[in-house]
C-alpha cells in the first residue's frame, strides 16, 4: 500500500515535471532525457512508469480531459440560474487553461495530435453535450429566448470558447484571457437571455 | 520573361505538392523526398525554388494569408448592408478553408507553428481590423444593435469563426462546415442586427 502509494506520487510528479516541458517545447521539442533533467530522476525511471513518450503525452491528455466531468458535474448543481452557471463554468475552465500546467500542455498536445503516434481522446463532445444540458436547463427556468434551440447553441458557445482560447494564446499569451471571456459572454447573452441583461449576469457570476 | 515564367508555374507546382503533402501528414511527417516522390520533380529542383523545408512551409503559410486583402477588399465595396457582407465573406472563407489546399495547409502548418523552425506571420488582427471596420460600417447604417462595441465584438466573432474551424475540423473533416456557419450566425446575429432576423438575413446571403 505505502509503495503503491509512493508509486502514484512519483507518477505524478514526472507528470507534471513533462507537462512543463511539453507546454513550453511542445512535443516534438522534449525528449525523455530533457524530462530526465528537467525532474532530476534518471530515463529508467521514467520509462519504468511511462513506456514511452507517446505514453506519457497520452497520459497528460487524458489527465487534461479527466479534469471536466468532476467540475461540469459541480456546475450540474441546481440552485442558481443555469445561464448563470454556463458563464461561471466557462470562466473556472478559463482559468485552468492559463494556471494548470496539466490542462495547459494537455490542450497544447491535443492541438499537436498529428505529430503524436498515440490515439488521444475525442474533445469537444463532453463539453458541447454539458453546456446542451445547461441551456435545456435554462429554457425550462424560462431564462432562455424562445427560438434558441439548445444543441446548435451549445455548438456555436463551445466553438467561441475555444476559438478564443487559440486567439488569445496566440495573441497575448492568454494574458486577458478572462476580459475577453466577458467580451464574449457580453455579445453571446445578448441573443441568449430571455431579458437580455448581460451586464448584471456577469456582475452576478464574477 | 518567358523563363521567370516558367519558374513562377514551377514554384506555384511545387508550393501545391507541398501543400498537398502537408495537410494530409503535417509537417513533421512530410520531408523533401516525400515532395520529390509526390512532384515528380527531384530534390534538387525543389531546393532550387525553395532553399529548405522552413522556407516551403513559410511561402505557403504567406500564401494563405495573402489570399485574404483581396478578398477583404471585394467585400468592402459600398452597396450591400454591411452586416451582410460579413456574413457573406464568413462563408466565402469558410468553403476556402474547406476546399482551397494551400489555404488548408496553411492552416494546419500555421497550428503546427512551434515545431517549425520559421517565423510565421501573426494571424487574426487582420481579421478582427476587417470586421471591426464592417461592424461600424453597420453602426453607421442603423443594421447594428446599440450598445454593441465594434472592436471587443469583431474579436468575440472572430474567435467563435476560427474555433468552428478547429471543431469542425477535428469532429467530422470540416464537411458540414457551411451548416455549423449557419447555425453560428444564427446566435451572433441575434445579439447583433438592430432589428433582429438572422433567418431574413442568411437566407439573403446563401
Not at 525511471?45 to 511511462?50: L, P, T
Not at 496566440?170 to 455579445?187: N, P, S
Amino acid at each position: 500500500m505505502y509503495v503503491q502509494i509512493r508509486a502514484e506520487t512519483t507518477r505524478r510528479f514526472l507528470l507534471e515535471a513533462a507537462a512543463t516541458l511539453f507546454d513550453e517545447k511542445g512535443y516534438a521539442g522534449t525528449s525523455i532525457s530533457d524530462i530526465s533533467a528537467h525532474s532530476g530522476r534518471t530515463s529508467g525511471a521514467i520509462y519504468f512508469h511511462y513506456a514511452s513518450k507517446e505514453k506519457l503525452a497520452l497520459a497528460i491528455v487524458e489527465e487534461h480531459f479527466a479534469t471536466w466531468p468532476h467540475l461540469i458535474s459541480r456546475y450540474r448543481q441546481p440552485g442558481r440560474p443555469a445561464l448563470e452557471k454556463l458563464v461561471g463554468l466557462s470562466f473556472e475552465v478559463a482559468r485552468a487553461f492559463r494556471d494548470d500546467i496539466v490542462v495547459r500542455a494537455g490542450a497544447r498536445l491535443w492541438a499537436e495530435r498529428k505529430a503524436i503516434d498515440a490515439q488521444l481522446p475525442a474533445p469537444f463532445l463532453g463539453w458541447i453535450e454539458a453546456v446542451t444540458q445547461l441551456l435545456e436547463e435554462a429554457a425550462r427556468n424560462g431564462e432562455l429566448a424562445a427560438d434558441v434551440p439548445p444543441a446548435a447553441t451549445a455548438h456555436g458557445i463551445v466553438c467561441s470558447f475555444f476559438g478564443l482560447h487559440t486567439v488569445s494564446d496566440a495573441l497575448e499569451g492568454r494574458r486577458h484571457i478572462e476580459e475577453r471571456l466577458h467580451d464574449l459572454w457580453t455579445l453571446l447573452l445578448r441573443g441568449l437571455q430571455a431579458e437580455p441583461d448581460p451586464a448584471g449576469l456577469l456582475d452576478r457570476v464574477r
